[in-house]
């Protein structure tokens, strides 16, 4: 039997976060992910830059075994074990939980703030050797001696940093608990191992689709590589980089019955419209191996890969004795024998045209929604032997201006029904029907995803050799000025490599989560051709927001191979992305007679702040002061205590019971410590 390394008892609860691209997610010690976090469904978020776009629901995944002996000698036809967390000292012993980086990331700061500190204890080990640059390592031990390592492989590289690269290998180590001692000493005959995973289409879809997307009550699957022994062997190239033939499974939110309108993509009606639910999510099969003692790709796995209701499976319950009937289901399922589901493209079989307004959770009546099934197997292992499964999840999709642009032209037409277009199509030609448009726009996404997945393909079949980024900045500093907001970094330590050529500045107004525009650039190439290590922003208004980020990039010429297109590769934007606000502050008010408030009037309709609707400012206040808000009558409605010592206040026009201001005339009143007080009058329109 091989060594293996001694571990220590983990709690199963423990979780670590990947925050490296632009899909970000969580990962539990228990060996799967259930989603709910007691107030939402939370996980693989993409695009990471903005809030609400968690698209995981659940993955529930088992293995099982026939003909076993279990530790107290009892024989059963079929066992198996459920990876969940209330299996945690029954079923499964969760052993280890790390997060390896290839670096340290830089350290952020605004205003002297340390952002990354409520990130620390998330990295445990540093390796610069690896190539990916986050590993999650998680080690599980079950009742049936049968232990998971699983590894997820995450990039921040431009190209690839959209799908985490998992790979599970099983081991008949016949431990079945916590401690070092070996319990089952048999081989593991006709292992199988599989899973079944949902999702939302994004947590917006739960408010602009509604009616349970939150579960993914509306989801449809669908799946590829039907003919995968046909192409295997054949490139992936840059001239053809989508192919169908991958193995793989997904999803996207679907039609919900209760709905008038055809919500595909969840386009907000609330508000302009933009496509809230463009997400097309899923795995795709990269290797499993044909044996313990063969390692080549078995092209003939997964032994079922479709797709399956979403609560219906065997409650294998704590491996009693009167579970045993479930045993043999849970054993048929993963062997594709007993399903609620089928290995058909679900949508196809059930939708006449793009704009057919069927639901699918109609198609099996299950509420709970629809999985991705993949199930592997039979695998025989003797006492030490392993076999390993590869497989990549990821995310594509319209990116965000693509989904106001698109949902803009919907909803104009939506709301008038004189509006027949033309409508452009993405082949180019047009529509008069705007739910074509619409839906024809969306469902780009599942090119889209199988793009994601071939790189994914190639990344793994190249041993991880994809291009590398440059290395963020050591550090990023951010500081407000009166009159400036001044940035600073230390340099890359990609600077030595002769590709390295440069850094560039990004800033967004009013919030983090928008468009970033570039204010700045130096190095190879550029108007600066000298490499420098700050910029001050000039360019602030006073009362405004700004948020940045920094990026070092390359000129290329590293990046020729045919893993992802050619050209400059840049540090990853979440490295050195802010999350708190700098601007412009001015010196304290010295007497009360100075005081302003902007705008006055307050008109809603009138936005004085990118971004910021809600925003009334306090100018030229003393450093030090107490306001209070009161309505025209004399109640008190908020409070404010001022205490940075500028002359600068904001309020977003809540009162202290979180009501959001009517239209009226309100008082404000300042006291200062000294013993002064003032007042101003201000006009709230909406």
Same mark, same amino acid.
């Given at each position: 039997?091989?060594?293996?390394?001694?571990?220590?008892?983990?709690?199963?609860?423990?979780?670590?976060?990947?925050?490296?691209?632009?899909?970000?997610?969580?990962?539990?010690?228990?060996?799967?992910?259930?989603?709910?976090?007691?107030?939402?469904?939370?996980?693989?978020?993409?695009?990471?830059?903005?809030?609400?776009?968690?698209?995981?629901?659940?993955?529930?995944?088992?293995?099982?075994?026939?003909?076993?002996?279990?530790?107290?000698? !009892?024989?059963?036809?079929?066992?198996?074990?459920?990876?969940?967390?209330?299996?945690?000292?029954?079923?499964?012993?969760?052993?280890?939980?790390?997060?390896?980086?290839?670096?340290?990331?830089?350290?952020?700061?605004?205003?002297?703030?340390?952002?990354?500190?409520?990130? !620390?204890?998330?990295?445990?080990?540093?390796?610069?050797?690896?190539?990916?640059?986050?590993?999650?390592?998680?080690?599980?031990?079950?009742?049936?001696?049968? *232990?998971?390592?699983?590894?997820?492989?995450?990039?921040?590289?431009?190209?690839?940093?959209?799908?985490?690269?998992?790979?599970?290998?099983?081991?008949?180590?016949?431990?079945?608990?916590?401690?070092?001692?070996?319990?089952?000493?048999?081989?593991?005959?006709?292992?199988?191992?599989?899973?079944?995973?949902?999702?939302?289409?994004?947590?917006?879809?739960?408010?602009?689709?509604?009616?349970?997307?939150?579960?993914?009550?509306? *989801?449809?699957?669908?799946?590829?590589?039907?003919?995968?022994?046909?192409?295997?062997?054949?490139?992936?190239t840059p001239e053809n980089p989508i192919v169908d033939w991958l193995r793989a499974g997904f999803s996207w939110a679907g039609q919900g019955e209760n709905n008038a309108f055809d919500n595909i993509g969840g386009p907000d009606l609330t508000e302009n419209g933009r496509l809230t639910s463009p997400h097309h999510v899923g795995s795709v099969v990269l290797h499993v191996d044909r044996s313990a003692i063969d390692n080549s790709d078995w092209i003939a796995q997964p032994v079922f890969?479709?797709?399956? !209701?979403?609560? *219906?499976?065997?409650?294998?319950?704590?491996?009693?004795?009167?579970?045993?009937?479930?045993?043999?289901?849970?054993?048929?399922?993963?062997?594709g024998i007993t399903t609620m589901g089928d290995t058909t493209r679900l949508d196809e079989e059930y939708l006449t045209s793009i704009t057919d307004p069927y639901d699918p959770w109609k198609a099996h009546n299950d509420g709970g929604g629809t999985n991705v099934m993949m199930t592997y197997g039979p695998f025989d292992l003797a006492p030490g032997a392993s076999i390993t499964i590869v497989e990549a999840e990821g995310i594509n999709g319209l990116d965000r201006h693509k989904c106001?642009?698109?949902?803009?032209?919907?909803?104009?037409?939506?709301?008038?029904?004189?509006?027949?277009?033309?409508?452009?199509?993405?082949?180019?030609?047009?529509?008069?029907?705007?739910?074509?448009?619409?839906?024809?726009?969306?469902? *780009?996404?599942?090119?889209?995803?199988?793009?994601?997945?071939?790189?994914?393909?190639?990344?793994?079949?190249?041993?991880?050799?994809?291009?590398?980024?440059?290395?963020?900045?050591?550090?990023?500093?951010?500081?407000?000025?009166?009159?400036?907001?001044?940035?600073?970094?230390?340099?890359?330590?990609?600077?030595?490599?002769?590709?390295?050529?440069?850094?560039?500045?990004?800033?967004?107004?009013?919030?983090?989560?928008?468009?970033?525009?570039?204010?700045?650039?130096?190095?190879?190439?550029?108007?600066?051709?000298?490499?420098?290590?700050?910029?001050?922003?000039?360019?602030?208004?006073?009362?405004?927001?700004?948020?940045?980020?920094?990026?070092?990039?390359?000129?290329?010429?590293?990046?020729?191979?045919d893993l992802n297109p050619r050209g400059s590769l840049a540090s990853s934007r979440f490295f050195t992305k802010t999350t708190e606000a700098a601007t412009l502050k001015r010196k304290a008010g010295y007497t009360l007679d100075q005081i302003r408030i902007v705008p006055n009037p307050f008109n809603i309709r009138q936005e004085a702040f990118i971004n910021q609707p809600d925003k009334l400012v306090f100018y030229d206040i003393p450093g030090v002061c107490t306001i209070r808000i009161?309505?025209?009558?004399?109640?008190?409605?908020?409070?404010?205590?001022?205490?940075?010592?500028?002359?600068?206040?904001?309020?977003?026009?809540?009162?202290?019971?979180?009501?959001?201001?009517?239209?009226?005339?309100?008082? !404000?009143?300042?006291?200062?410590?000294?013993?002064?007080?003032?007042?101003?009058?201000?006009?709230?329109?909406?």
């Amino acid at each position: 039997m091989s060594a293996l390394p001694v571990l220590a008892q983990i709690d199963g609860s423990q979780k670590r976060y990947v925050r490296v691209g632009s899909l970000q997610s969580h990962f539990s010690a228990y060996g799967s992910e259930r989603a709910w976090n007691n107030t939402y469904y939370e996980g693989l978020i993409w695009p990471a830059d903005y809030p609400f776009q968690d698209n995981s629901v659940i993955k529930r995944a088992w293995a099982g075994v026939r003909n076993f002996r279990d530790k107290n000698g !009892a024989y059963w036809s079929h066992y198996g074990v459920y990876y969940t967390a209330g299996a945690e000292g029954i079923g499964l012993f969760p052993m280890e939980l790390t997060q390896t980086s290839k670096f340290d990331p830089p350290d952020v700061f605004v205003d002297g703030n340390d952002l990354r500190v409520i990130f !620390a204890g998330e990295i445990d080990n540093l390796d610069e050797n690896q190539i990916a640059d986050r590993i999650i390592t998680n080690v599980v031990n079950s009742s049936m001696g049968l *232990t998971m390592t699983r590894k997820i492989y995450a990039f921040s590289q431009q190209y690839h940093d959209n799908y985490f690269i998992k790979e599970f290998t099983f081991t008949n180590t016949g431990n079945v608990d916590w401690d070092a001692e070996i319990e089952l000493t048999d081989s593991l005959k006709g292992v199988r191992v599989g899973w079944g995973t949902r999702y939302s289409g994004g947590r917006e879809a739960n408010w602009t689709i509604g009616d349970g997307q939150s579960w993914g009550k509306h *989801t449809w699957v669908t799946r590829r590589g039907e003919d995968y022994a046909l192409h295997y062997q054949e490139p992936i190239t840059p001239e053809n980089p989508i192919v169908d033939w991958l193995r793989a499974g997904f999803s996207w939110a679907g039609q919900g019955e209760n709905n008038a309108f055809d919500n595909i993509g969840g386009p907000d009606l609330t508000e302009n419209g933009r496509l809230t639910s463009p997400h097309h999510v899923g795995s795709v099969v990269l290797h499993v191996d044909r044996s313990a003692i063969d390692n080549s790709d078995w092209i003939a796995q997964p032994v079922f890969l479709g797709w399956h !209701a979403g609560d *219906t499976y065997p409650d294998i319950g704590d491996q009693r004795a009167e579970d045993a009937p479930f045993m043999t289901d849970l054993y048929d399922m993963l062997s594709g024998i007993t399903t609620m589901g089928d290995t058909t493209r679900l949508d196809e079989e059930y939708l006449t045209s793009i704009t057919d307004p069927y639901d699918p959770w109609k198609a099996h009546n299950d509420g709970g929604g629809t999985n991705v099934m993949m199930t592997y197997g039979p695998f025989d292992l003797a006492p030490g032997a392993s076999i390993t499964i590869v497989e990549a999840e990821g995310i594509n999709g319209l990116d965000r201006h693509k989904c106001e642009l698109i949902g803009e032209r919907w909803k104009t037409a939506y709301d008038n029904s004189g509006d027949n277009g033309p409508f452009d199509l993405p082949n180019g030609n047009q529509t008069s029907d705007m739910n074509e448009f619409k839906n024809s726009w969306v469902y *780009t996404g599942k090119d889209s995803l199988m793009l994601t997945f071939g790189r994914a393909k190639r990344n793994y079949d190249s041993g991880f050799n994809i291009p590398q980024a440059p290395r963020p900045p050591e550090s990023f500093s951010v500081e407000s000025g009166g009159d400036r907001i001044y940035t600073s970094w230390l340099p890359s330590l990609s600077e030595s490599e002769l590709d390295f050529a440069g850094y560039r500045l990004f800033r967004s107004i009013g919030k983090p989560d928008t468009t970033f525009e570039e204010i700045f650039a130096c190095g190879e190439g550029m108007d600066n051709q000298e490499l420098q290590y700050y910029f001050d922003d000039v360019t602030p208004v006073r009362g405004q927001d700004y948020f940045y980020y920094l990026q070092a990039f390359d000129n290329g010429d590293s990046n020729n191979t045919d893993l992802n297109p050619r050209g400059s590769l840049a540090s990853s934007r979440f490295f050195t992305k802010t999350t708190e606000a700098a601007t412009l502050k001015r010196k304290a008010g010295y007497t009360l007679d100075q005081i302003r408030i902007v705008p006055n009037p307050f008109n809603i309709r009138q936005e004085a702040f990118i971004n910021q609707p809600d925003k009334l400012v306090f100018y030229d206040i003393p450093g030090v002061c107490t306001i209070r808000i009161y309505t025209e009558r004399g109640d008190l409605i908020k409070t404010i205590d001022h205490t940075d010592g500028s002359g600068d206040e904001y309020w977003f026009l809540n009162t202290d019971m979180r009501q959001v201001l009517v239209s009226g005339i309100y008082i !404000a009143h300042f006291d200062v410590p000294d013993g002064r007080s003032g007042y101003r009058k201000f006009i709230v329109v909406r």
